[in-house]
């Protein structure tokens, strides 16, 4: 059980009975979350336990809010134990502002018609013309694809279907931790360490996405053409195919919201190039749930349009089932094994397996399928990694009242920096507030004044997926990359004060407030790469497809060498970074690997 009184020493809680609330309420998201991440949140706030035992010779419950602070603050001021701190109180903000249950959105529209079966009732033994693995962005356009075609496809996902009651009714907290993997917590190890939200259920993480869409830039695609050999040809007609699915329009401005209008504000006067982003949500509301499931059905995430119409077309989906491993007979794909919740399995044969696990579960999977040998396979990952900053406004700005990811800036694109406008539920933003105990509970109190920005860098491909039966990620990165990383919270703080804020918030533990934009260099300057926080959603090229047999484990068609019959039609064949939110970047280049392997 996790200690309530350390709970509330952290979040600078003075009621009991609400410390004890928040506890709970911390255990059963933890819960959810690898053993690794229980024992380190533990930890921390057992060490904090400890150290009042050592330090004043009494019970953290027993000290005062004085005391408290005052404890804090000999911890803290050890820069190692001050970060640490800082990822213990990530989870515990959740618990602590992930609480209340929204009220039912007016409006919306009801779930689609899928074929959906979980696995306890599927049979152990069937057959069919092509299984698709995933549900997510490619998956579900490849299971489209195939079953237009004429084939019998069967889709399997690890996770579950969620209704949209589910998003009307539940709490954030009960949202967070069942759509995503891990709880939230996937990690990619490194110097920083990049936290890593990754979805899981029947559409995959277009359920918990922004909604945001960019086409892929054309200088991306000449670079796949030139240094991969990929034929780039009929991309701009596969993305116009995916946005008609999608139903992508630009955001439009009555319910954007301060947090999108603030941004906008700021880069008119900086003169910068900043629009509504475009984005898959006809009919948005503009409740900022998008990270949890929308609960108007407003975006339009796969399991509203390509999954329902693979279904129409013949599809049908198993959930809650794992895929073991990729069968093979000679040289040939011949199914799939996977597994229940209750580890008992079934088997599905057939000759074409599609691969669309997802940047992280791919190269496990065909490891575990005897089909890894490729050197290539699990190394070059990209992950488009990203930094937050905050701006206190005199004003109130409520930035969960509005589109969740609502205006993008590109000024900076060409130098790799794309910043938007992201808010969150309360407690669901990346951006860590600053501070413990008494401090923290007043940035909590005043949060209705901040207004959010983060930026994406294109980066290096500079992260691995190790590991068969579970994923083990790692991220080195490239110095280069740190320093368009700083570029990008010096940027994001002019915006800002462009746009009024009285002091930017860094999002760095040693110094979190800048008053003046050459404060914020100089905080920014100073900060050592270890120290930055970093965050990233767009795990991409673990897999990378290429002409060259030596360097990519995918051919240029989507087909993985040295096997027959085996696809790969997910992020993990995108050859680098996408420089874009990559929704529909994969969606379209599912198209062009399930048309191939159809002969369509």
């Not at 990359?481 to 533990?509: C, P, S, W, Y």
Request: aromatic letters at 2%.
């Amino acid at each position: 059980m996790t200690d309530a009184a350390a709970v509330g020493a952290l979040l600078g809680l003075t009621d009991p009975a609400a410390a004890g609330a928040v506890a709970a309420r911390l255990d059963v998201l933890l819960a959810a979350m690898p053993v690794a991440v229980r024992a380190g949140v533990r930890a921390g706030l057992g060490a904090v336990a400890v150290a009042a035992r050592t330090g004043t010779g009494r019970p953290l419950s027993e000290l005062d809010v004085a005391g408290r602070d005052a404890l804090l603050t000999r911890i803290t001021a050890h820069p190692a134990l001050a970060a640490a701190l800082d990822l213990v109180k990530m989870p515990a903000l959740l618990a602590a502002g992930a609480v209340a249950a929204p009220s039912p959105a007016p409006g919306g529209r009801p779930d689609a018609e899928l074929d959906c079966t979980p696995s306890f009732g599927w049979p152990g033994s069937t057959r069919a013309d092509a299984v698709v693995i995933g549900s997510g962005a490619g998956g579900a356009m490849a299971a489209r694809t195939l079953a237009r075609a004429g084939l019998a496809v069967i889709v399997l996902e690890e996770g579950r279907r969620h209704p949209v009651a589910e998003f009307r009714t539940a709490s954030p907290l009960d949202r967070f931790r069942t759509l995503y993997r891990d709880g939230g917590a996937t990690v990619a190890l490194g110097n920083p360490p990049v936290v890593l939200p990754i979805g899981r259920g029947v559409g995959g993480t277009t359920l918990v996405n922004s909604g945001t869409c960019y086409r892929t830039p054309d200088h991306v695609l000449a670079r796949w053409s030139r240094e991969h050999g990929l034929a780039v040809d009929r991309f701009p007609a596969l993305l116009d195919e995916v946005e008609a699915t999608l139903q992508v329009a630009p955001q439009p401005l009555d319910v954007l919201g301060a947090n999108g209008e603030i941004a906008l504000r700021g880069a008119r006067a900086l003169g910068w190039a900043a629009a509504p982003l475009r984005r898959n949500a006809p009919g948005c509301g503009g409740c900022c749930q998008c990270a949890i499931g929308c609960p108007r059905n407003a975006k339009n995430g796969v399991h509203l349009n390509a999954l329902p119409q693979a279904c129409a077309a013949g599809a049908r989906i198993v959930t809650d089932a794992r895929v073991e491993r990729v069968l093979s007979e000679r040289g040939r794909a011949a199914g799939v094994l996977a597994r229940r919740p209750d580890g008992t399995a079934f088997a599905i044969r057939a000759p074409l397996v599609v691969v669309a696990a997802g940047a992280t579960e791919t190269p496990p999977l065909l490891r575990r399928s005897g089909l890894g040998r490729h050197p290539g396979l699990g190394r070059g990952m990209a992950v488009h990694p990203a930094v937050s900053v905050a701006g206190r406004f005199a004003e109130p700005v409520r930035a969960w009242q509005g589109v969740m990811q609502s205006v993008g800036v590109e000024e900076l694109h060409r130098r790799g920096i794309l910043i938007e406008a992201t808010a969150a539920p309360p407690g669901m933003s990346t951006f860590v507030l600053p501070g413990l105990g008494s401090r923290l509970a007043a940035e909590r109190a005043g949060a209705d004044r901040l207004a959010f920005l983060g930026a994406m860098i294109a980066d290096r491909p500079s992260g691995r997926v190790h590991g068969s039966r579970r994923p083990l990620l790692t991220y080195r990165l490239h110095p280069d990359d740190a320093a368009t990383l700083r570029d990008a919270i010096v940027a994001m703080g002019r915006i800002l004060f462009a746009a009024g804020a009285q002091e930017v918030l860094t999002g760095l533990t040693a110094n979190p407030v800048a008053t003046t934009v050459n404060g914020l260099r100089d905080i920014v300057a100073g900060t050592p790469t270890a120290a930055l926080h970093v965050a990233a959603f767009h795990p991409t090229g673990s897999a990378r497809m290429g002409a060259d047999a030596q360097r990519a484990p995918v051919d240029a068609t989507g087909a993985l060498r040295g096997i027959s019959g085996v696809v790969v039609a997910d992020a993990s064949v995108l050859p680098s970074c996408p420089e874009v939110n990559p929704q529909l970047s994969i969606m379209a280049a599912a198209l062009a690997v399930a048309h191939h392997a159809a002969g369509t």
